[in-house]
C-alpha cells in the first residue's frame, strides 16, 4: 500500500479551514485568515503524527478533544467563556453534519453485497461494521455536505431575521374578520394619493368567499381598473361602496392600478403588543406574497407607531371616502 503523506496533508489542511470558515460563518465572526490558516495547518500536522511510530500514543481521544480546543484558541481567541463554549459547540455541530452526511451518503449508494461484506462477527458474538469510504469520494462529498450545509443555515438565518417583522393581522368588514400573518415592510410607501391614506396590501385568496369568483384571474392579470368599470349601479356586490383603486409604479413596470378594500378597522399584534386603525386601504394582490407562505400580507409601516409596535391602541377616524363609480 503506497500512502500519499503531501496529499493526506493538504486535504485536511483544506477540510480544517473550512470546518472553521464555517464556524466562523456560522457565528458570525469576523476572522483574519491568517488565524484560521493556522489553526487548520494544526490540525493537518497532527494527522501526519499517526505516521510516525514513536507518536502514535498521541492519537487518542484525550489529545484529539485538547488539540481541537486549541485549534478553536488559534484561530478564534478565547475572549469569555461563554463566547468560546458557543464557538466550540458551533465547530463541533459542523463537523458532525459533515461526518454524518459523508456517513450516509455512502451508505445510500452502497447495494446489499458491499453492506453485508461490511458486517461480520468477532468470536465473542459481538457484530461489527467494517466501513471503507474512498479518499475522493470523501473529499467531494464533503465539498457537497458543506454547501448543502451553509445553504440550509442561510436559508434558516434569512427566516429568522425576517421572524423578527411578522405580525399576526386581523381585518374586520362589518360581521367579516380575515386573519394571516403580515410582514412589516419599513420600505413600504404605498399610500392613497388623495387621502394620503397607507395601504396594506394582502393576498386576494384570502377574500376568496367574500369577491366574485370571476376577480382572481383578473387580479393576477393586474387589470383592477376593468373590474370597476365592470360593475353596474344595481350589482349585487355588498361591498361595491368600500372599493378604492390605488395607483401604483411596480418594480420593471409601468403605472397601474390596485383594487382595494376600506375596513371598518385593522388590529396588527406585533411582539404582543397591539396596534389598531380605522385609517387604511387594504390592496388585493392576485398573486402569492411568499413563495414559502410564511406571511400572506404586507404591512404598512404608518399602520405601526413610529415604525414599532406600541403597548396603546391605536385608533384614528378618517374621513369617509366616496366610492369610485
Known amino acids: 500500500m503506497v500512502v ?34 493556522l489553526s487548520a ?5 497532527y494527522v501526519i503524527m499517526m505516521f510516525v511510530p514513536e507518536l ?56 446489499s453485497g458491499d453492506l453485508w461484506s461490511g458486517i461480520w462477527y468477532t468470536t465473542s458474538g459481538g457484530l461489527s461494521f467494517e466501513l471503507k469510504i474512498g479518499f475522493w469520494f470523501m473529499f467531494i462529498v464533503f465539498i457537497i455536505v ?29 360581521s367579516e374578520q380575515v386573519k394571516c400573518t403580515g410582514l412589516l415592510d419599513t420600505g413600504n410607501q404605498l399610500c392613497d394619493p388623495l387621502t394620503r391614506i397607507p395601504v396594506m396590501v394582502m393576498e386576494a385568496s384570502l ?7 370571476s376577480w382572481r384571474d ?20 355588498a361591498w361595491q361602496d368600500r372599493l378604492r383603486l390605488v395607483p401604483y409604479r411596480g418594480v420593471n413596470r409601468g403605472a397601474a392600478f390596485m383594487l382595494a378594500l376600506k375596513p371598518d378597522s385593522v388590529e396588527i399584534c406585533m411582539d404582543g403588543k397591539i396596534s389598531i386603525t380605522t385609517r387604511v ?8 406574497l411568499s413563495s414559502e407562505k410564511a406571511y400572506r400580507a404586507i404591512i404598512h409601516p404608518d399602520l405601526i407607531h413610529d415604525g414599532n409596535p406600541t403597548t396603546n391602541v391605536i385608533t384614528q377616524v378618517t374621513t369617509p371616502i366616496p366610492p369610485v363609480s
Open 41 to 45: 495547518l494544526l490540525g493537518a500536522l
Open 4 to 37: 500519499y503523506i503531501d496529499l493526506i496533508f493538504i486535504t485536511n489542511l483544506l477540510i480544517d479551514g473550512t470546518l472553521l470558515w464555517l464556524t466562523s460563518w456560522m457565528r458570525k465572526l469576523k476572522v483574519p485568515w491568517w488565524r484560521i490558516s
Open 56 to 111: 502514535t500514543f498521541m492519537y487518542t481521544f484525550l489529545i484529539k478533544f485538547g488539540l481541537s480546543l486549541i485549534m478553536l484558541w488559534i484561530a478564534f481567541g478565547f475572549g469569555s467563556l461563554q463566547h468560546y463554549m458557543r464557538n466550540m459547540g458551533a465547530f463541533y455541530i459542523i463537523n458532525f453534519a459533515a461526518a454524518g452526511g459523508i456517513i450516509g451518503i455512502h451508505y445510500l449508494l452502497q447495494n
Open 218 to 237: 383578473k387580479l393576477a392579470e393586474g387589470d383592477a381598473d376593468k373590474l370597476v368599470m365592470e360593475l353596474e349601479e344595481g350589482s349585487t356586490f
Open 281 to 288: 386601504l387594504v390592496g388585493l394582490d392576485g398573486g402569492t
Open 146 to 174: 458543506m454547501l448543502w450545509f451553509k445553504i440550509v443555515q442561510s436559508s434558516k438565518r434569512k427566516l429568522d431575521n425576517r421572524a423578527v417583522y411578522f405580525a399576526e393581522v386581523k381585518v374586520n368588514i362589518g
Open 207 to 213: 377574500w376568496g368567499d367574500h369577491l366574485p369568483a
